[in-house]
């Protein structure tokens, strides 16, 4: 594997594989589209192509360091070894956030849901992971400790990769524990007033509306 220029091809080539397959493709293109442009079969994981669906999942080693990311987010480098990872698999913890009618027994409810949160060993393998550069460690210690306006705001630029998820040994499931700080703030929370003055408008037009109706008929 190597990086060269073609004869009559002033573009700087380079060498890799992806799923397996030897590719050679131009300098500059993110892993999609080198996956893309190579041909590679059976690439399913991509969306939005701007490192916000999180669904472009890869493992890359390299020089024997493996590590992941996101590969609509990642440029092609010669001899990078890159596997396109399933789709996460469906959430081991379970909860209806419509069932929390008081904010007080919260922190025990989140116990049950997420007993392996207190039990973190501070690997820092989540925030390796995290192609957001998300304090993920922390915004867990936060929820753990019952924090979870704080926690949520951690993971704020969180697009659910569940990159962290694969690499916690404990199978604390970081992701979840972030969406669910984000969740139960917000279920708690009164909504923006702008949101709730439009809301109002609309609910207001449609009685309106309603009555417009009627008086046709
Ligand atoms: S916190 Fe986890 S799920 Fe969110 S972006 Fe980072 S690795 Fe992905
Ligand atoms: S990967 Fe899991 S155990 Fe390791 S620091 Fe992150 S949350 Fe804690
Ligand atoms: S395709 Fe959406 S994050 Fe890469």
Redesign the pocket.
């Known amino acids: 594997m190597s990086t060269a220029t073609h004869e009559g091809d002033n573009r700087t080539h380079i060498s890799l594989t992806i799923n397996g397959l030897a590719v050679d493709v131009t300098a500059g293109m993110t892993l ?1 589209e080198a996956a893309w442009h190579a041909g590679v079969p059976g690439i399913t994981g ?11 999942r890869v493992m890359l080693r390299k020089d024997k360091v493996v590590s992941v990311g ?4 990642t440029f092609v480098e010669s001899g990078i070894e890159v596997i396109f990872l399933p789709a996460a698999s469906a959430p081991r913890h379970h909860y209806d956030i419509s069932d929390f009618k008081d904010s007080w027994d919260i922190h025990a409810r989140f116990h049950s849901i997420f007993p392996e949160a207190s039990r973190c060993r501070h690997c820092h393998g989540c925030v390796g992971a995290c192609p957001k550069d998300i304090s993920v460690e922390d915004g867990v210690a936060l929820a753990a400790q019952g924090r979870y306006r704080e926690a949520g705001e951690a993971f704020f630029e969180c ?1 659910m ?1 569940e990159l962290c998820d694969v690499a916690c040994p404990e199978l604390i499931a970081p992701a979840h524990v972030g969406l669910f700080s984000r969740r139960i703030t917000a279920h708690f929370h009164l909504r923006p007033p702008n949101l709730i003055t439009r809301l109002e408008e609309l609910r207001q037009r449609r009685e309106e509306m309603g009555e417009g109706e009627k008086d046709e008929d």
């Open positions: 999609v991509v969306g939005c192509l701007e490192g916000v669906c999180g669904s472009c996101l590969a609509c987010q697009v990769c």
